[in-house]
C-alpha cells in the first residue's frame, strides 16, 4: 500500500513552517530536530506538491527536502524514495514558478546522490520537454540544468545513449519562445563543452550554428548563456568559431559594452579566454583597434561601484575594522630548503610563485586582487593577458588613450588610465621601457591626488615598475656606467620611495594598504639599495604601527618582514633594533595565542630574527618560549581530538612556531643551544612527535627546524639520533613522492645532510645503508623535483664526506646526475662541502669518475668562486687522471666540449 500522510501531523507542519517562517525560534529548532533519512520527508514532499498550502510554505519544505536528501547520500528507504520522487517530479509541473525552482532542486540531488533510478528519471524529464505546458517544459529544463551542472561527467561516463540524444535535442530549444527554457537549454549543452563530451562534438556545427541565431537575442539571461557559451568553445575546440570570427568578436563587442553588466562580464571573458590559444592569436590581432578601447571602456568604476566603495570618504584610518572585513588569515607556505641558498631552510615550496604583485587592486580590501570579480576587473586582466600575448604591439592602439584618460576631468577615468598602465606592465615590458623616464614621474605626482581610489592604485601600479627605478631593463641599463645608475635611482627610485611611505601613514585605510603592499614589492627589487634610506623606512613603519586598524596591521607586518630579508645583516645595528623592535613585542604582547593574527606576526619577526642574527638574542629566550608553549599546546589539542571529535585544532599555529624556531636558530647559531638544552617544554620532545605529524605543512616545517638544529645544536640533537634518523629515512621515499609530500622529502633530504656533515664517521655509518639508495633514486628519477634532486646530491656528497669508504664504491651509479644538478647552482659552502666529499670518495675509486667524466670536468669549470683548498684538490684530481693515461691523455680529453678544454688548461694547466 501507498504511503499516506497523517492529516493532523502534516497540518501541524503546515503551522510549523508558517511560524519559523515568522522567526519563530521554537518552530525552526523543533523543525531542525527531525531526521534527514526518515517519512518526515514524506510529508516535506507531500507538502510541496499540496497546491492548498501558500506557495511560501511549500517553497520552504522543498528547501529542507533537498538539503535532507543531500545529506542523507542516498541512504533512504526504498518506500520514501518513491514518494520524494514522485512528488518532486510532479512539481516540476507547477504553475509557480518558485516551486518550480525548488522541485528542479530536488531531482537533481535525488540523481546526484543516486537516489533512485537514474534512467527512469531522465526519460520522463526528456518526455515532460515535449509538452505542450510551458510550465512543464521549464520545469523539466530547470532540472536538467541542474543535473548537467552537478553530473555531466557522471552522465558522460555512464548515460552515454541519453546525451546523443538529449544533446541534439536541446540545441533544438535554442529558439524556444519561453526565455528560460531558451537560456537552461543553452546552459544544459554548456556543461558538456567543459569535459568535452563526444556527444556535443558530434553535434558541434549544429550548437554553432544554434548559438549564432541567438546572438540577436533580447534577453539578457539568453544572451549571457550565449555568451558562455562561446567561451567554452574557445577553451576545447576554438576552431570552431574561426568560420564566423568576425561575427563572434562584434558580438562580444557589443556584449562587453553593453548595459546588463551581468552579460557585459561573461562576454568580458572571451578576451581572456582567446587570447590564451596562442595558435589563434593572428585570428583576433586585426580586432585590437577595437577591443582595447572597449576593455579601457570597461574598466572604469561603474556607478554601482562607486555607490560599495564611497570615493568620496577621506579619512577614515582612525575607523576600526569590522569584523566582516578581515577574512581568515592563512600563514604562507612553510618553509622549504632550496639548494643554493644560505645554510637554513627558506624559498618557496616546488611549484609554488609568489604572485602578490601579480593582479588588480582589491576593491574589497581583500587579499585576492581578483576576489569579487567584477566588468572592471575582468576587463584590466583581459588587457593584461592581450599584453602578455601581443606584447608591444599593444601599446600602439593603448597608449594615446591612455594618455586621454590620465589627464582626463574626472577621477574615474584617470584611475581606469593608470589601472591600465599596471596591467600592461608585464606583457609590454620592454615597449614601456621608452615612455617610463615620463610615465613614472608623473605616477609619482599622482600620489598627491586628492582622491584615494587613485592614489591607492597609483601604489599598485607604480609597484609594477618598481624594478626599472631600481635597475633599468637591458636596452637602457647596457648605456649606462655606474654614475648614470646613481643618477638614475635618485631621479626615480628615491623620490618613489618617498612618496610610497608618504602612502604608508595617508589617512585613508584602501591607500594605507596599497602603499604597503607597494612598498613591500620595491622593498624586494631594492634589497640593498635600502640601506641608505632604514632610518626613514623604520620610522615609517614603525608609527604605522600605532595608527593602522587590524587588516592593515597584517600587511604592514609583511612590509617589516620583506625589508628585513631584503637588506639582511643591515638591519643589525642598535639604532635600528631600537626603532623596530619595541613595536614589535608590545603587538606581541597583545596578541592572543588562539588568534589567527599572530600568523603574520610569527613570519615577520622569523624575518627580523634572521636579519638581526646576534642582535636578536635579547629578545631570543621569550619568543622561543612562546613557540613552544604554542606548538605543546596544539599537540595536547591534537590528543583530546582522538577523543573527542568536536575539539577544534588548527595545525596552522604549530607551523608558524616551527618556522619561528628555525629562524631564531639561523639567527643565534651555537648561542641557541642553551634555549635548546634549558627550555621546558623541550624542543626536540616536540619535534619528535613534528615529524610524525599527519599534516604534511607540519612536517615540512618540523625538517626544517631539524636541519636547522643540526645546524646551530648538534650537540644538543647527536644523543637523539635514534629517535629522528629512522623516521626521516621514511620521509625520503622516491617511490611515494608527489606535489604534496615533495617539500616533506626534500627537507628531509637537506636535514639528513646537515646531520651528516656535523657527524662523525661511527654517528652517521648506520644510517648510509638506508639512507643511500633513497638518496640516489631522488637522482635518477626524473619526476622528482630538481631541488629536491639538488639537496639529494649535496647530501650524498656530505655522506662522502664523511663516509668516503662507504659511499665510493656506489659512486659510478650516480656521478652524471650529481655533477648535472650541481654544476649550474649557486657557489656557495653547501656546493663546496658536497664537491670536497666528492673528492674523497674520488681518491677511494677513481674509476667511478670514468662513465660521467665530461661531466665531471663541466662542472669544475663552472665553479666562479672556488676556495684554494677545492681548486687544489680538482688539480690534484686531474692531474692524477692525467698522468694514468699517460700517452692516451690527449686522446681522452678531446672527447671534452672545447670551451671545457680549455678552461681546464687554464685553470690547471692540463
Known amino acids: 500500500m501507498a504511503w499516506q500522510p497523517t492529516p493532523e501531523t502534516l497540518a501541524g507542519l503546515v503551522q510549523l513552517f508558517a511560524q519559523s517562517n515568522a522567526g519563530n525560534n521554537e518552530a525552526i529548532q523543533t523543525l531542525q530536530s527531525y531526521p534527514v533519512d526518515g517519512e518526515y520527508n514524506c510529508y516535506l514532499a507531500t507538502i510541496l ?50 516551486i518550480r525552482n525548488a522541485a528542479s532542486s530536488v531531482v537533481s540531488t535525488i540523481v546526484t546522490t543516486n537516489l533512485g533510478d537514474w534512467q527512469d528519471i531522465l526519460s520522463e524529464l526528456m518526455k515532460l520537454i515535449d509538452s505542450a505546458d510551458q510550465c512543464v517544459v521549464e520545469g523539466a529544463f530547470l532540472a536538467l540544468d541542474k543535473i548537467c551542472e552537478d553530473s555531466a561527467h557522471l552522465l558522460e561516463d555512464t548515460q552515454e545513449s541519453f546525451l546523443a540524444y538529449m544533446v541534439p535535442k536541446a540545441i533544438t530549444f535554442f529558439s524556444h519562445p519561453n526565455v528560460t527554457v531558451r537560456s537552461r537549454a543553452i546552459n544544459c549543452v554548456n556543461q558538456f563543452g567543459r569535459i568535452p563530451s ?48 568576425e561575427s563572434v568578436v562584434t558580438f562580444m563587442l557589443l556584449c562587453t559594452e553593453g548595459e546588463d553588466e551581468g552579460v557585459a562580464l561573461e562576454a568580458c571573458e572571451f578576451w581572456l579566454a582567446f587570447a590564451e590559444q596562442e595558435q589563434f592569436k593572428d585570428h583576433l590581432e586585426p580586432f585590437l583597434p577595437r577591443i582595447v578601447p572597449t576593455l579601457l571602456k570597461t574598466m572604469v568604476y561603474s556607478e554601482d561601484e562607486l555607490a560599495e566603495l564611497d570615493p568620496e570618504a577621506q579619512d577614515d584610518a582612525a575607523v576600526p575594522d569590522k569584523e566582516e572585513d578581515l577574512k581568515p588569515r592563512h600563514h604562507k607556505a612553510a618553509r622549504n630548503h632550496a639548494s643554493g641558498t644560505s645554510a637554513g631552510a627558506g624559498g618557496e615550496a616546488p611549484g609554488v610563485e609568489d604572485d602578490d604583485d601579480d593582479g588588480y587592486l582589491d576593491d574589497d580590501d581583500d587579499d585576492d586582487p581578483y576576489s569579487k570579480w567584477s566588468l572592471r576587473k575582468c576587463s584590466a586582466a583581459g588587457l593584461d593577458v592581450l599584453a602578455t600575448v601581443y606584447g608591444d604591439a599593444l601599446l600602439e592602439y593603448l597608449l594615446p588613450l591612455v594618455n586621454v584618460e590620465l589627464y582626463h576631468a574626472d577621477w574615474i577615468h584617470r584611475e581606469c588610465g593608470i589601472l591600465a598602465l599596471g596591467a600592461v606592465a608585464e606583457g609590454c615590458s620592454t615597449g614601456m621601457t621608452h615612455f617610463l623616464p615620463q610615465i613614472v614621474p608623473h605616477l609619482i605626482q599622482t600620489l598627491r591626488d586628492q582622491n584615494p581610489l ?63 603592499s607597494a612598498l613591500a614589492t620595491l622593498e624586494e ?164 612527535v613534528c615529524i610524525k605529524d599527519e599534516v604534511m605543512e607540519v612536517r615540512q616545517s618540523a625538517y626544517a627546524l631539524l636541519g636547522d638544529l643540526a645546524i646551530s645544536a648538534f650537540g644538543q640533537l647527536k644523543p637523539h639520533l635514534n629517535v629522528f634518523m629512522p623516521e626521516l629515512i621514511t620521509q625520503i621515499d622516491p617511490q611515494r613522492i608527489d606535489p604534496i609530500t615533495t617539500s616533506v622529502c626534500n627537507n628531509a633530504t637537506w636535514a639528513a645532510g646537515e646531520i651528516a656533515l656535523k657527524s662523525v664517521e661511527a654517528e652517521i655509518q648506520p644510517w648510509i645503508e638506508a639512507l643511500l639508495p633513497r638518496l640516489m633514486h631522488l637522482l635518477l628519477n626524473a619526476n622528482v623535483a630538481t631541488t629536491v634532486s639538488e639537496n639529494a646530491a649535496i647530501t650524498i656528497g656530505r655522506l662522502g664526506y664523511v663516509c668516503p669508504e662507504v659511499v665510493a664504491p656506489q659512486l659510478g651509479n650516480f656521478i652524471e646526475p650529481w655533477c648535472r644538478y650541481l654544476a649550474d647552482i649557486k657557489d656557495n659552502l653547501e656546493k663546496e662541502s658536497a664537491f670536497q666529499g666528492l673528492c674523497r670518495m674520488i681518491d677511494r675509486n677513481p674509476e667511478g669518475v670514468l662513465r660521467g667524466f665530461a661531466y665531471f670536468c663541466d662542472a669544475i669549470v663552472k665553479w666562479k668562486r672556488i676556495s684554494p683548498d677545492l681548486n687544489e684538490n680538482f688539480r690534484r684530481i686531474l692531474q692524477g687522471y692525467k698522468t694514468g693515461y699517460g700517452a692516451q691523455w690527449g686522446t681522452f680529453i678531446a672527447t671534452l666540449p672545447i670551451n671545457t678544454r680549455q678552461e681546464l688548461e687554464r685553470r690547471y694547466a692540463l
Open 49 to 98: 506538491v499540496t497546491k492548498e498550502v501558500d506557495i511560501g510554505t511549500r517553497h520552504m519544505a522543498g528547501f529542507a527536502l533537498n538539503s535532507n536528501v543531500r545529506r542523507s547520500m542516498g541512504n533512504v528507504a526504498p518506500h520514501i524514495s518513491a514518494v520524494i520522487k514522485a512528488s518532486a517530479m510532479a512539481s516540476l509541473a507547477d504553475p509557480a514558478r518558485e
Open 198 to 245: 563526444q556527444s556535443l562534438l558530434a553535434h558541434m556545427d549544429k550548437y554553432v550554428e544554434a548559438l549564432y541565431a541567438q546572438a540577436s537575442d533580447q534577453s539578457p539571461e539568453v544572451r549571457k548563456s550565449v555568451c558562455q557559451a562561446i567561451v567554452a568553445i574557445i577553451e576545447f575546440r576554438p576552431e570552431a568559431l574561426l568560420s564566423q570570427f
Open 454 to 516: 587613485v592614489r591607492a592604485i597609483t601604489c599598485w601600479t607604480l609597484s609594477r615598475y618598481a624594478g626599472f627605478t631600481v635597475n633599468p631593463a637591458p636596452p637602457l641599463r647596457m648605456t649606462m656606467n655606474d654614475q648614470m645608475l646613481r643618477d638614475h635611482r635618485m631621479t626615480y627610485f628615491a623620490p618613489l620611495l618617498a612618496g610610497l611611505l608618504q602612502m604608508v601613514l595617508d589617512n585613508n585605510k584602501k591607500v594605507q594598504e596599497a602603499g604597503c
Open 525 to 688: 627589487q631594492a634589497c640593498s639599495e635600502l640601506v641608505p634610506y632604514l632610518d626613514q623606512i623604520l620610522r615609517t613603519l614603525t608609527f604605522a604601527f600605532s595608527k593602522y586598524q587590524r587588516k592593515n596591521l597584517l600587511i604592514l607586518y609583511d612590509a617589516v618582514g620583506t625589508l628585513a630579508e631584503s637588506v639582511e645583516s643591515a638591519l643589525n645595528e642598535p639604532q635600528f633594533i631600537s626603532l623596530l623592535m619595541p613595536p614589535l613585542i608590545t603587538k606581541w604582547n597583545e596578541v592572543q595565542d588562539s588568534d589567527r593574527d599572530i600568523f603574520p606576526l610569527l613570519e615577520c619577526m622569523s624575518s627580523v630574527a634572521i636579519a638581526l642574527g646576534s642582535g636578536f638574542a635579547q629578545f631570543a629566550s621569550e619568543v622561543w618560549q612562546r613557540c613552544l608553549n604554542l606548538i605543546s599546546s596544539n599537540l595536547h589539542a591534537s590528543e583530546a581530538q582522538k577523543l573527542n571529535p568536536d575539539i577544534d585544532v588548527d595545525k596552522d599555529f604549530m607551523i608558524v612556531a616551527l618556522d619561528l624556531l628555525s629562524g631564531i636558530a639561523q639567527a643565534l647559531g651555537s648561542s641557541v643551544e642553551p634555549l635548546v638544552g634549558g627550555t621546558s617544554p623541550h624542543v626536540l620532545t616536540l619535534l619528535s
